[in-house]
């Protein structure tokens, strides 16, 4: 969750933050696809997290009782 975060948080740096230039390399597609990357880990992880909290109840389990018996009488 903290990576998707981050990843939203660069990718936003990048496309709105920035007006630098690097040859070749489109920093707003960049930062969208590094946005996009998060959004989509941050749904994966909800997804996979919401599976796991599902609670599902047990059947009542049956007592577990333990005969005693008496010694038996001395000879």
């Known amino acids: 969750m903290g990576t998707s975060i981050f ?36 749904v994966m992880t909800g997804l996979i997290w919401g599976r796991r909290r599902q609670v599902v109840a047990a059947p009542a389990a049956q007592p577990y009782v333990e005969e005693r018996r008496d010694p038996a009488p001395p000879l």
């Not at 040859?23 to 930062?31: E, F, M, S, T």
Request: hydrophobic share 70%; no cysteine.
């Open 7 to 42: 990843l939203i948080a660069v990718g936003a740096i990048f496309t709105f933050a920035m007006d630098a230039t690097v040859a070749g390399v489109d920093l707003d597609v960049v930062g969208w696809i590094l946005m996009g990357a998060g959004v989509l880990g941050l």
